[in-house]
């Protein structure tokens, strides 16, 4: 099944060439869908208005529209320290966003391109033992050593095991994958600050980071995601994960902008490989750029 992307979706309103009060009301409505937010969406409409009263062309426009997303993204770049004897990456999200996944990429990338030696994971994930299997998994492939200690099992004795082990044996990084669904939001909440408060008491608070997994085709529920986690535990950066241009990937100009929540990477497919480190041009690019095709595979890998 073939979907519509937010830049030919764009590229086709302007292409009739004439710039009238039913253009800007429909770049409004395509804006809002794609989520970049109702505020962004009323200001980029204006400067479009105003550059019309001066008659600039398409480029113009398209070029216009680009900047001022740009303005509202917050990249940022995450690797350990090169004098820090142990860094912890606590990853967050729901359920269903790509989180495990995202954690055997976040592992091979450091130790593969960023040369980071003694990279470890932590099947934080006890709710579900699917989740705890699928990291022992993704570590069997990799060949990444993986701590675990099985469903239902307390997340945070899990992660501390992981950085105790991670020390005696001279490793610098820990993957930490976390359980995205809980009952209510209490237990939620509950959980990720006893984590939170075992991880402060093991190592130094400059190296530990909460990254969040958001899934880009969940629209404005990776928002409230983003959100409740936010004030949960405060988030340090975001990885847009499922990233392929569709409609909805506007998100993460919402939750930067909204939540001043700067990306660290995009997840582009399925592989382990595909994960990008984020900048605005990049995802911009991607976003409302110029693409060969117009139209994106629905059953494509994200």
């Given at each position: 099944?073939?979907?519509?992307?937010?830049?030919?979706?764009?590229?086709?309103?302007?292409?009739?060439?004439?710039?009238?009060?039913?253009?800007?009301?429909?770049?409004?409505?395509?804006?809002?869908?794609?989520?970049?937010?109702?505020?962004?969406a009323a200001e980029i409409v204006a400067?479009?208005?105003?550059?019309?009263?001066?008659?600039?062309?398409?480029?113009?426009?398209?070029?216009?529209?680009?900047?001022?997303?740009?303005?509202?993204?917050?990249?940022?770049?995450?690797?350990?320290?090169?004098?820090?004897?142990?860094?912890?990456?606590?990853?967050?999200?729901?359920?269903?966003?790509?989180?495990?996944?995202?954690?055997?990429?976040?592992?091979?990338?450091?130790?593969?391109?960023?040369?980071?030696?003694?990279?470890?994971?932590?099947?934080?994930?006890?709710?579900?033992?699917?989740?705890?299997?699928?990291?022992?998994?993704?570590?069997?492939?990799?060949?990444?050593?993986?701590?675990?200690?099985?469903?239902?099992?307390?997340?945070?004795?899990?992660?501390?095991?992981?950085?105790?082990?991670?020390?005696?044996?001279?490793?610098?990084?820990?993957?930490?994958?976390?359980?995205?669904?809980?009952?209510?939001?209490?237990?939620?909440?509950?959980?990720?600050?006893?984590?939170?408060?075992?991880?402060?008491?093991?190592?130094?608070?400059?190296?530990?980071?909460?990254?969040?997994?958001?899934?880009?085709?969940?629209?404005?529920?990776?928002?409230?995601?983003?959100?409740?986690?936010?004030?949960?535990?405060?988030?340090?950066?975001?990885?847009?994960?499922?990233?392929?241009?569709?409609?909805?990937?506007?998100?993460?100009?919402?939750?930067?902008?909204?939540?001043?929540?700067?990306?660290?990477?995009?997840?582009?497919?399925?592989?382990?490989?595909?994960?990008?480190?984020?900048?605005?041009?990049?995802?911009?690019?991607?976003?409302?750029?110029?693409?060969?095709?117009?139209?994106?595979?629905d059953d494509a890998p994200a």
């Amino acid at each position: 099944m073939k979907r519509i992307g937010l830049g030919a979706r764009i590229r086709s309103l302007f292409s009739g060439g004439k710039i009238d009060e039913a253009l800007i009301e429909n770049l409004e409505d395509i804006l809002i869908e794609a989520d970049v937010g109702s505020r962004l969406a009323a200001e980029i409409v204006a400067d479009v208005e105003a550059m019309a009263g001066r008659s600039a062309d398409r480029s113009e426009i398209l070029q216009a529209l680009t900047r001022r997303m740009s303005e509202s993204l917050h990249a940022i770049t995450l690797e350990p320290a090169p004098d820090a004897p142990l860094t912890l990456y606590l990853v967050l999200g729901v359920n269903g966003t790509g989180k495990t996944t995202s954690c055997a990429k976040l592992a091979r990338y450091y130790r593969d391109e960023c040369g980071v030696n003694g990279v470890v994971l932590a099947a934080g994930d006890t709710f579900r033992a699917a989740a705890v299997q699928q990291l022992v998994t993704h570590g069997e492939r990799l060949g990444i050593r993986v701590v675990q200690q099985g469903q239902n099992a307390d997340p945070a004795a899990v992660i501390f095991d992981a950085l105790e082990s991670a020390k005696s044996r001279g490793e610098r990084l820990v993957i930490a994958d976390t359980a995205g669904r809980m009952h209510t939001r209490t237990d939620l909440v509950g959980q990720l600050a006893k984590i939170d408060k075992v991880v402060r008491r093991q190592i130094d608070p400059a190296h530990y980071r909460k990254i969040m997994v958001i899934d880009s085709t969940t629209g404005q529920n990776g928002f409230q995601q983003a959100e409740l986690f936010h004030e949960a535990v405060g988030v340090d950066a975001a990885i847009l994960a499922k990233y392929d241009s569709t409609a909805k990937g506007g998100i993460a100009v919402q939750i930067s902008r909204s939540l001043g929540i700067p990306f660290a990477f995009l997840g582009t497919g399925e592989g382990y490989e595909h994960l990008l480190r984020f900048s605005a041009e990049t995802y911009l690019n991607r976003l409302i750029g110029d693409m060969e095709s117009s139209e994106i595979d629905d059953d494509a890998p994200a």
